[in-house]
């Protein structure tokens, strides 16, 4: 993974008790502690940004794009960047979040990867794309509004060329609940051990709990196969973390 040049300052947003929690949101509280946070909350998250740069790097298909959907501080753009070999391959990382699009305008300013990679502010529910062989929303899809799910998904898959492939990486919901339950406290050991407390813990699932809307991995496959994904496979998973690709048919 790309290490951040900037050492991340620690996240302690939650760490104080809140008399009203407000809804979670990208902004620059969030940018200042982002490496820090996803680091200490997503299981596995840096593994998942080696192998997507790995796995973008088998499907990258000359004189296409490569998009990052939600691109955060770019960590996906340039792990593609580091491990791509194929020539005239131009990465596209986009997010609404004009905090985030600032901040990661200078870490990609700062490596020097041959493939360029471009960072542009957009609603990627309506950001027109281009021709692309990979696409990647890693820990996005689940910031969408579900009713725009469906026709983001079948837009990604219009995009890409034959034999190209979409990578999300989410947190999913378990379809049983004691199944999920425990799963749930499995991550939140994850975190404790990663030193967070009790109170921010749960200020945070306060703050996510409108805006994150979690998916079923059984209703993202179905969606996909649906819009006419030809096959949908997990390649990693961590408790609730899940990381899985479609490939759009020749
Ligand atoms: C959890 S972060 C993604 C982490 C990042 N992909 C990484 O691997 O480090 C979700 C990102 O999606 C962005 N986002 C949420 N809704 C969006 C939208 N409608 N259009 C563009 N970006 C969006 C947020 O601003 C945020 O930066
Ligand atoms: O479930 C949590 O507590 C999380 O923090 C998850 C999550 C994510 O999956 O995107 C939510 C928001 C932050 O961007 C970092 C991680």
């Not at 194929?86 to 490596?111: F, K, L, T, W």
């Not at 820990?139 to 983001?152: M, S």
């Amino acid at each position: 993974m790309p290490e951040f040049k900037n050492k991340a300052s620690p996240d302690t947003i939650y760490q104080k008790p809140q008399t009203k929690v407000d809804d979670f949101s990208f902004n620059h509280q969030v940018v200042d502690v982002f490496p820090d946070m996803i680091e200490r909350s997503v299981p596995g998250y840096a593994n998942i940004i080696d192998g997507v740069g790995r796995l973008a790097a088998k499907f990258a298909v000359p004189n296409t794009l490569i998009y990052d959907l939600g691109c955060s501080l770019g960590a996906v753009s340039l792990s593609i960047a580091k491990h791509n070999r194929q020539p005239n391959v131009q990465i596209v990382g986009v997010d609404n979040s004009s905090a985030m699009v600032e901040r990661c305008q200078r870490h990609v300013d700062s490596y020097n990867y041959e493939s360029p990679i471009s960072i542009t502010e957009a609603d990627i529910v309506d950001f027109k794309l281009d021709k692309s062989s990979v696409i990647v929303m890693n820990f996005t899809l689940q910031f969408i509004k579900p009713k725009f799910r469906d026709a983001l998904m079948a837009k990604l898959f219009d995009a890409l060329v034959p034999g190209g492939i979409l990578i999300l990486s989410e947190k999913i919901k378990l379809g049983h609940a004691e199944m999920d339950s425990a799963i749930i406290d499995l991550h939140h050991d994850f975190k404790r051990e990663n030193g967070y407390s009790n109170l921010e813990i749960s200020q945070k699932r306060t703050a996510l709990e409108n805006v994150m809307i979690l998916d079923e991995y059984s209703s993202h496959e179905k969606r996909l196969l649906t819009i006419g994904f030809e096959a949908v496979s997990i390649w990693y998973q961590q408790f609730n973390f899940v990381s899985f690709f479609a490939i759009k048919g020749q």
